[in-house]
């Protein structure tokens, strides 16, 4: 087990030339050092799990506590993850094989679907915990589809055809799964009623617009937009209008995530060396000038 202390964590560190732009208090929670990827956030919004580049495993970082603890000890890489809305399971997917794979606190993994062989990726609980939303990929499939999983009936169900999509994401109703995928040249974000029907559409002409994420409710939505210069995160209502763009950054952001019962967003950063961190924006808090250039120092 390895425990780290937020005081390193909290290494204010990108690269002496990061800039980021908002309006908005921006602090830094995982540095480059960690290099954290497939960040997931517990219900509850007190256990933020990811997979520390250190090992390729998973770990998880206490907001109470400061402390991050190692989870799991795969002979695997272990890619994305997602907890169980009582917080007693966490489901994840080893690489390169795919495998989903379920584990209870202080147990052994085990695998969750053995007998389907279907390669799996960005798994999601929806807020029941009866139904399990994911990226798969059967043998016999050219690309990826979004499947969902019924723990009580051991059903799957394939819910798009004919597209490739990446990153769904329940609604807080789960009535809706949002989800990015190609347009042209340009990638867009297409939400789903829960049974596969296309709801609505959300594009750009000049952006690409990825990883949408769900607020408190169906009708707040947060999600990245990007060109060849600038990567913004944006927020809008669920038809699209109403749009504010909260952070711009020179480096990609991605996988934005609203920490429940609260007005801040988590939001991935990657620098140009491939590092990541994670950074926390206060939507309660707005700094004094409007354009505010954040350079931070790498210690």
């Not at 109470?64 to 002979?75: G, K, L, P």
């Not at 052994?108 to 798994?123: D, H, Q, T």
């Not at 029941?128 to 723990?151: A, C, E, M, P, V």
């Not at 789903?192 to 750009?204: F, H, M, P, S, T």
Request: with cysteine; net charge negative; charged share 20%.
């Amino acid at each position: 087990m390895r425990f780290w202390v937020l005081l390193f964590c909290l290494i204010l560190g990108l690269s002496a030339t990061a800039q980021f732009s908002s309006i908005y208090q921006i602090d830094t929670l995982l540095s480059e050092q960690v290099n954290a990827q497939y960040a997931a956030i517990n219900q509850t919004g007190t256990k933020l799990l990811f997979t520390a580049s250190i090992d390729s495993q998973l770990y998880f970082y206490d907001f109470n506590t400061a402390v991050i603890q190692q989870f799991t000890n795969e002979n695997r890489a272990v890619e994305a993850s997602s907890w169980s809305p009582e917080d007693e399971k966490i489901v994840f997917v080893t690489h390169p094989e795919g495998q989903l794979k379920q584990q209870y606190f202080a147990d052994e993994s085990s695998l969750l679907i053995p007998e389907r062989v279907v390669k799996a990726s960005a798994p999601q609980f929806n807020h029941k915990g009866n139904l399990l939303l994911f990226i798969g990929q059967r043998q016999s499939q050219q690309h990826s589809h979004i499947y969902t999983y019924d723990f009580k009936y051991d059903n799957l169900n394939q819910l798009t055809r004919n597209v490739v999509a990446e990153n769904p994401r329940w609604s807080p109703s789960d009535k809706l799964i949002s989800f990015n995928t190609k347009d042209g040249l340009v990638k867009k974000i297409v939400l789903l009623n829960w049974y596969g029907a296309v709801d609505k559409e959300i594009k750009n002409d000049s952006l690409n617009l990825i990883d949408a994420n769900w607020g408190d409710s169906d009708y707040k939505m947060i999600y990245v937009g990007y060109n060849e210069r600038r990567h913004y995160l944006i927020r809008s209502r669920l038809n699209g209008n109403g749009i504010s763009v909260l952070m711009e950054s020179d480096f990609a952001l991605s996988n934005p995530i609203w920490i429940p019962n609260s007005e801040k967003v988590l939001v991935t950063c990657t620098n140009y060396a491939g590092e990541r961190m994670i950074l926390v924006l206060n939507l309660d808090e707005q700094t004094t000038f409007e354009d505010v250039l954040f350079k931070i120092l790498n210690e």
